[in-house]
Structure formats: structure tokens, C-alpha cells
């Protein structure tokens, strides 16, 4: 059983953990100066695409503020984006759509060197230089008028119904992708719908949390702080892209960011916060039985598309379904196994099998550095019964190795 003082170390090096994950001012800097300008290209004056006020967006991880680095360094951060266009012309079907941002997007030299020639089944991507570190996944999507004034009531919390936020993507899969004009035909997203109830999710009546207002614009503010689900969807995330490196059938993300944020009761101690989520997610799986098949099937609900199921794949793919309860068995031993260590040194190691040896290195680099200044200012403190430093106890310390003597 762990001490207040234990937990209260433990959540403090998960939280330095995430924010060795998060990528870089730097980088995120470049990606977003790299969309305003792909955004500028689309809506300039004598675009084809101008009467239809184009905006680009982040949506996914990157507008979730649970975008982590990647397990091999030079791989590509992926930077999911939208394509707003109010309204189209009557005749475009989804292929139409797509290929008038695509033909927009190859009239300008860099853009068009840059873009990946293999058409994605809903997305255009640009592939930056290596050095950029990024490439950017762009989603052609329709939007009625007025539906920034519905965003903008919706982070303000004055709206409870998010259907409203839905908007209709391209998809080439499907039958009537050159045949539909109705927009009411394609396919609908609810992205920022979901970005909102993951806010309210992450929201804590003790500290401020995501400023939804700020994310939603097309230019939205770095994120230092993050709040603890935030945190833990980013360490459950590594998790998972340390143990599937490379593995197509890995967990996919949006079914730990949902089940992880249905099974979060607002903890502001992000070990007990991780501890109680694995605990729980898989309560918010449901087994449905289809009456035409004859068969049971999980279910895992958008929480703001009630006909969509995040775990559709799982019949077509049982691998997918297979590896998620592997990963959820094995973050939780993993997670157990830690939380049983009592130095520094055993902490690290057993981190570093399950989350990398060159993230968890700069996590314990920065605690330590944490630590000096806390040692510096005379606020480091150790509980005497438990031998664990902390900013808070009852006997202070001279100089003095993070985490006290081993026990």
C-alpha cells in the first residue's frame, strides 16, 4: 500500500513523463505555420475554392493535446487536419470535393512535390522534409453556415446537444462516392463534437483545464500545462506504441482516448487517476448480440455519434480485438509492478521496459533537475516514516538524492 507521499511521487513522475512525450513548442510551431499557409493557399482571392471560405483545422490528438512523440526517432509526427468548406457546388459529389482541394493543392509547385501520390481513402497528405518532422494528413469535409458560431457556443458551454457540430467528409469507399451530390448522403464526422466532450471529460473544478475556445480556432495556443487525463491518454498511449512498434493491429487510438475518458472520475493524482482508468475501461466495452448474424460483438459508442462503434473492426480483424485486451492486461501489471519499486533506480529501470529507455531518461533527467531547484530553495522536504522526498513532510533535507535512500 502506498503512502500519500508515494502516490504523490509517483503521480509527479507520470506527470513529467507526459511532458517528455509532448511534442516540442518548436515542432508544433512549424506544424502550425505549415497548415496556415496550406489554409492561405486554399482560400486566396483567385482560388477556385474561395467562395467557399475553406478554413483548416486540427482535429485528433493534435486538437486533443494528446499527441505524443513517436518510438523511433526520425519517424513522422502525424498531424491529422480538416478542410472546412461552406457549402459546394450542386453537382460535386465526395470525389469532386476531394479532387478540388487535391487539383488546388498540385497547382502550387511546393505543395504539389510534396504531395503524396497514393490518394488516402479520405485524406491528402503532405509529406514535409525530414527535418520538419511532420507530415500532414488534410480531411476534405462540407459545413453549413454559420457552423463556427455553433463551435463557438459549444466551447462556451451553451450547448448540450452536440450533434449540431457534425459535418459531412469524403470517403472513397464508399458506393456512392462519384454518384452522391446530397451532402446528407455522405458520410458524417463529429469531430468537434467529440473535442468538446473530451474537454468536459478533462475539466476539474479544482484547476483550469482546456480552454476548448482556444483549440477550436485555426490557430491554436501551445499547450504547456495539460490536465491529468490528458496525461494519462498520452502514457497509455506510449504504452501501447512501445509494446505494437510497427504493428498495424495495434490498439487503436481513439478506443483508449474514449474508454480512458468514460472511465476517468476526475482525479487530480495522475497514478491513482491511470490506476482506477485501466481498472475500469473495460466496463465501458458492451457485448451486443445481431439478430441477422447471430452473433455477439463489442461496442464501444461515440459518445457523440450514438450509431457509430469505435470497435467496428473487431469482427473483421479479431487480431484488433486479441491485442487490445493484451495491452490493457499488460499496462495493468505493468503499472502494478512499478508502483512496488522504492528506489530511484528500480523505478527507472522498470519504466524503461515499458516506456522507453530514451523518454524515461529524460523524465528522471528533468525530476532530478526539479528536484535541485526544489533542494535549492530550501522547499524539499522527506517523510520520515517512508524515506520518499516530496515537496511536502516533516523532516527537511540538506543535499540529497531524488526519492530518498532505498528501502
Known sequence: MLTTEQRDQFSEIFDELGKSLDISKTDYDKAVTSYRYVGGWLAEKDSPLAPYSPVISPQGSFLLGTMIQPVTEGDHLDIDLVCKLIGKRSYWTQYDLKHAIGDRLKAHGTFNR???????????????????????????????????????????????????????????????????????????????????????????????????????????????????????????????????????????????????ALAYKKQTNILVGLQEVIAEMEQYIEDRYDPVTGQYYQWIGNPVNKQENFADKWLSFPQRKANFYKWLQAVKRDIAYVTEQRSLPTIQETLNRSFGKKIITQTFSNLASMQRERREAGVLKMAASTGILGATGRTSLGNHTFFGSEE
Not at 504493428?247 to 480512458?260: M, N
Request: net charge positive; charged share 25%.
Open 114 to 260: 510534396m504531395l503524396r501520390r497514393k490518394e488516402g481513402r479520405r485524406c491528402w497528405t503532405l509529406e514535409y522534409a525530414e527535418e520538419a518532422n511532420f507530415h500532414m494528413d488534410i480531411l476534405p469535409s462540407i459545413v453549413g453556415h454559420g457552423f463556427q458560431i455553433l463551435l463557438e457556443k459549444a466551447a462556451n458551454r451553451k450547448m448540450e446537444d452536440l450533434t449540431p457540430l457534425a459535418i459531412r467528409i469524403t470517403d472513397k469507399e464508399l458506393q456512392n462516392y462519384k454518384t452522391a451530390t446530397d451532402p446528407l448522403e455522405w458520410l458524417v464526422s463529429n469531430m468537434f463534437g467529440y473535442a468538446v466532450w473530451f474537454e468536459e471529460r478533462c475539466s476539474l473544478a479544482l484547476i483550469k483545464a482546456v480552454n476548448f475556445s482556444e483549440s477550436i480556432k485555426p490557430v491554436p495556443t501551445y499547450q504547456v500545462r495539460k490536465t491529468p487525463l490528458q496525461r494519462i491518454v498520452q502514457i497509455l498511449k506510449r504504452h501501447r506504441d512501445i509494446m505494437f512498434n510497427g504493428d498495424e493491429d495495434k490498439p487503436i487510438s481513439i478506443i483508449i482516448t474514449t474508454l480512458a
